[in-house]
């Protein structure tokens, strides 16, 4: 099964560097340059696993996890958060929100893709 990946984030070079790291060990991934974009793919690809950034113009990465847990189309996908943010009460935010994890770039190819492979396996069905 290929797992698809939208991963959302305002800049370009974090959504190409995704998608290379993520597509060369066949993950499916769609990008989306910004919340409210990233909300209205989710509605259409039905991912395995949405990453997001915080920071963003017109939705942030709250509102995409709010987004995501509160509607009809995809509420239980698991949500991985990567921003350049790391404080505690940002976490317990994103954690109380619904986050699945979080990680801080500039991230490790190898533990993104562990942990996307590990929390994707155990997405309720």
């Given at each position: ?51 997001t ?51 801080v ?21």
């Open positions: 099964m290929t797992i698809k990946i939208l991963a959302i984030d305002d800049s370009r070079t974090i959504r190409e560097m995704l998608r290379h790291s993520l597509g060369q060990v066949g993950f499916d991934v769609t990008l989306a340059e910004d919340g409210i974009a990233g909300l209205e793919e989710v509605a259409k690809i039905k991912p395995d696993v949405v990453i950034d915080i920071n963003m113009p017109r939705l942030d990465g709250f509102g995409v996890i709010d987004g995501i847990r509160q509607g009809h189309d995809h509420p239980r996908v698991p949500i991985l958060v990567l921003t350049t943010e790391s404080g505690d009460e940002l976490k317990n935010r994103a954690r109380k929100s619904g986050a699945t994890g979080w990680i770039k500039p991230f490790d190819d190898g533990k993104l893709i562990s942990a996307i492979r590990r929390i994707a396996s155990v997405q309720p069905q």
